[in-house]
């Protein structure tokens, strides 16, 4: 469990997929006291069938495969796990004396989710009327859309974004990443601390919601604002409207890049001590005229040079640079080493770190993604006081668990 | 409320956006230093600065007594040499926030970067694009924002605590904190993750798709299979052996791309969202920003903020990501 300014804060976590759980892994890393609360199958069934999208930690499955799935461990660290059965009577009980003695339940279902367990809000408040409830359903709790089954993928065409994403105008592009969902990941938080300082102020719980399609179209705003000034704003590829030159140039080697951006006439003066055939006297308005002859002046100079030469050489020189960096890349990066970024949980599989430097936070006391239902003894005693025989009486009702079911 | 104050570029602009826009006083003090944005300046200021008191200086002195009154300074800087010379970690006030490009320790602390460099260097730039052509970065202030967004819950976590501090955001640190299964792929299951368009290449089918007007998203993991039949109107394909599992579409994966493009090509957007509300399978349309700003479900939950500019013009802005109710919801939209 990591230590930090979130310590006294204890949070009920229902997340799943990718922007719930990063959500609560950010929280978790500022010392939030986050527990996920998992149902039967959240991590799936007790044999896999073949791999995980990301593999298993420490490379197999071994004999439970469901507390291996990579991607899946990724987003748990310093949480805490209990297996607990909401859609049964004494589950929902059980849950309903967790809110009393929380602050915060984070959710991401669907918009209907938390109604069909009789949790919503209304509930959770007349139980603890300090509870922050954070709901984060695709497109919010209400409005025309709010039954459309969301993901990331396809949120982001909605926001805007694809129109001004891809190689031109007649070929849009997605991220193919599911943006939207670290966009939504970040801004709960936010809404979480943001909520939590109102209720520092006021005493009183509230709901927050967290929609992933408003995160999307929000983080578009300063286009969106543009566009309605009379911008045309449209496909430009790795071009930019103001810098030039601006763009992912090719190296030697198979598919090595490196990407360049020239700020302002300073970048373009050192940029052209290093690229002898380009004129340093262009001024932008002129070189936005150039544009594609400098991009190719440019490219006949990388192409024959290494990713790390071009990197290296033009930073020394203070124009901002970086070579496109492919996963063994990232790990491997001097800077990130040095600041120890990446942190080895979970069998030694480095994991990306926390981007949040300060002190009292350190990642030295970090603990791996808990197995299904690690803590479930642990906090049904400190957190609601039962007895063993009355945990005992859980399990054998499977109320709880640490397992999935055959 | 506390009082902020934000220094530098867009980074410290939308972190100073989400204090503003959550009722904290906020002083942008505005040196005239921030790089090239992919919008105006007229809408970049529109959208970053709203609510927000400016003060146009680079007065030390003046800066000085702006920093002592301040619970919390937000300082966004081009490398950590600039921060230094700011004197950040003499300033008296409660809550410190220094945004870099790579952090503030480090071999690398004093290299420059732009949004593209970083998103290049932090692993997202080689997954976006063609598998056969340049990759694509990604157009606008993503790195800037979700920096912002980080240093804002980094602040309110310490004002929540009622704890002084000093914080280090790396915005490369940011994107890589952000990033998806991509480094674990590659320890775990010794894949280097790589790109291919419009695909997501490890779910099929979820790609995008021409239709009679315009394009659409589909992202059919496997739990929405039959929904996906269903909303194609080809039954016949859940019987389909190349079909009958994820692993048995990806090897077939340009046979049902091929079947998918047929059915869609011949329909409307609308059309085809219809069907997929219907059938309850995750699609979205691509859309203009005339569409996204016309958008009636955004419109009913109030998500714009109509604001007139000094130039009289009138524009919507977009409210803050969350809202917060301090009761049950039913009444408050819609």
Redesign the interface.
């Known amino acids: 469990m990591a230590n930090g300014p979130l310590r006294d804060v204890r949070i009920l976590d229902l997340t799943h997929v990718w922007a719930g759980p990063l959500a609560t892994r950010i929280l978790a890393d500022l010392g939030a006291q986050v527990l996920k609360v998992e149902a039967p199958m959240s991590r799936g069934p007790r044999t896999y069938p073949g791999k995980p999208i990301a593999g298993f930690v420490g490379g197999h499955g071994g004999e439970e495969p469901y507390n291996k799935n990579a991607a899946f461990v990724k987003l748990q660290r310093n949480k805490k796990s209990i297996g607990l059965d909401l859609k049964s009577d004494q589950g929902r009980t059980v849950f309903l004396d967790l809110v009393e003695v929380a602050d915060v339940v984070i959710e991401n279902f669907s918009a209907r989710a938390m109604s069909a367990l009789d949790l919503d809000y209304t509930v959770l408040q007349k139980r603890n009327p300090r509870i922050i409830h954070v709901a984060m359903p695709g497109f919010g709790l209400s409005g025309p859309y709010k039954d459309w089954v969301a993901f990331g993928p396809t949120v982001e065409p909605m926001s805007g974004l694809t129109h001004v994403m891809g190689y031109s105008c007649a070929e849009p592009r997605s991220t193919a990443m599911a943006l939207p969902d670290p966009i939504a990941a970040a801004h709960s938080v936010c809404a979480v601390l943001t909520a939590l300082r109102n209720r520092d102020a006021t005493g009183k719980g509230s709901l927050v919601e967290m929609s992933l399609h408003e995160s999307a179209v929000s983080a578009n705003g300063a286009w969106l604002v543009d566009h309605q000034l009379g911008a045309e704003l449209t496909r430009l590829g790795n071009a930019h409207p103001s810098m030039v030159p601006h763009g992912i140039y090719r190296c030697v080697g198979e598919d090595q890049w490196v990407a360049i951006a020239c700020r302002d006439d300073a970048d373009w003066i050192a940029m052209c001590g290093c690229i002898n055939t380009l004129d340093d006297e262009l001024a932008v308005h002129e070189r936005r005229k150039k544009r594609v002859e400098i991009d190719r002046q440019i490219t006949r100079w990388t192409s024959v040079r290494d990713h790390n030469d071009v990197e290296s050489l033009l930073q020394q020189k203070c124009v901002p640079v970086g070579h496109v960096r492919r996963t063994p890349d990232m790990v491997a990066d001097k800077q990130v080493q040095a600041r120890g970024f990446f942190v080895p949980l979970d069998q030694g599989t480095p994991m990306p770190g926390n981007p949040i430097k300060m002190d009292g936070i350190s990642n030295q006391d970090w603990t791996p993604c808990p197995p299904l239902g690690n803590n479930n003894r642990e906090v049904l005693s400190s957190w609601l006081d039962m007895s063993d025989e009355e945990i005992e009486t859980l399990y054998e009702q499977q109320v709880v668990f640490d397992r999935p079911p055959n | 409320m506390d009082k902020i104050v934000e220094i530098g570029g867009y980074a410290a602009g939308y972190c100073g956006r989400?204090f503003a826009q959550?009722g904290h006083d906020v002083v942008r003090v505005d040196t005239g230093e921030r790089?090239?944005?992919?919008?105006?300046r007229?809408?970049?200021k529109?959208?970053?600065d709203g609510g927000k008191q400016i003060i146009e200086t680079s007065n030390a002195a003046l800066i000085r007594r702006l920093v002592e009154e301040a619970d919390v300074i937000i300082l966004d800087a081009d490398c950590a040499d600039s921060i230094d010379n700011w004197n950040l970690d003499e300033w008296p006030s409660a809550v410190k926030i220094a945004i870099t490009p790579?952090?503030r320790?480090?071999?690398?602390?004093n290299?420059?970067?732009?949004s593209?460099?970083?998103?290049?260097?932090?692993?997202?730039?080689?997954?976006?694009?063609?598998a056969d052509?340049?990759?694509?970065?990604?157009?606008?202030?993503?790195v800037d924002?979700?920096?912002g967004?980080?240093a804002?819950?980094?602040a309110?976590?310490?004002?929540?605590?009622c704890?002084p501090?000093?914080?280090?955001?790396?915005k490369?640190?940011?994107v890589?904190?952000?990033?998806?299964?991509?480094?674990?792929?590659?320890?775990?299951?010794?894949?280097?993750?790589s790109?291919?368009?419009?695909?997501?290449?490890?779910?099929v089918p979820?790609n995008?798709f021409e239709c009679k007007d315009g394009?659409?998203?589909?992202?059919i993991?496997p739990g929405?299979w039959d929904p996906f039949v269903a909303f194609l109107e080809l039954p016949e394909l859940v019987l389909d052996e190349r079909f009958i599992t994820n692993?048995r579409r990806m090897h077939h994966r340009e046979a049902l791309h091929e079947i998918t493009r047929n059915v869609l090509i011949g329909l409307t957007r609308s059309e085809i969202q219809l069907r997929?509300?219907e059938c309850?399978?995750?699609?979205?349309?691509?859309?203009?920003?005339?569409e996204?700003?016309d958008?009636?479900?955004?419109s009913?939950?109030r998500?714009w903020e109509e604001r007139i500019l000094e130039n009289g013009?009138r524009?919507?802005?977009?409210?803050?990501?969350?809202?917060?109710?301090?009761?049950?919801?039913s009444t408050d939209?819609?």
Not at chain 2, 165 to 170: E, K, L, Q
Not at chain 2, 187 to 192: L, P, T
Not at chain 2, 315 to 329: A, C, F, N, Y
């Open positions: 989400l959550s790089d090239p944005a992919y919008v105006s007229e809408a970049l529109a959208f970053l790579f952090g320790t480090g071999p690398h602390r290299w420059q970067a732009t593209s460099t970083l998103l290049a260097m932090g692993g997202f730039t080689f997954l976006m694009g063609d052509r340049e990759p694509l970065t990604l157009p606008g202030h993503f924002f979700q920096s967004a980080f804002y819950s980094a309110q976590a310490c004002r929540h605590a704890e501090n000093t914080i280090d955001i790396s490369l640190e940011v890589m904190a952000l990033s998806q299964f991509t480094t674990v792929m590659w320890h775990c299951a010794n894949i280097v993750r790109r291919h368009g419009n695909d997501f290449w490890s779910v979820t995008m394009w659409v998203y589909i992202n993991v929405f692993a997929a509300v309850r399978i995750p699609l979205g349309s691509i859309l203009t920003f005339d996204v700003l958008d009636e479900h955004l009913r939950r998500m013009k524009v919507k802005l977009p409210r803050l990501p969350w809202v917060i109710h301090e009761s049950s919801p939209l819609v």
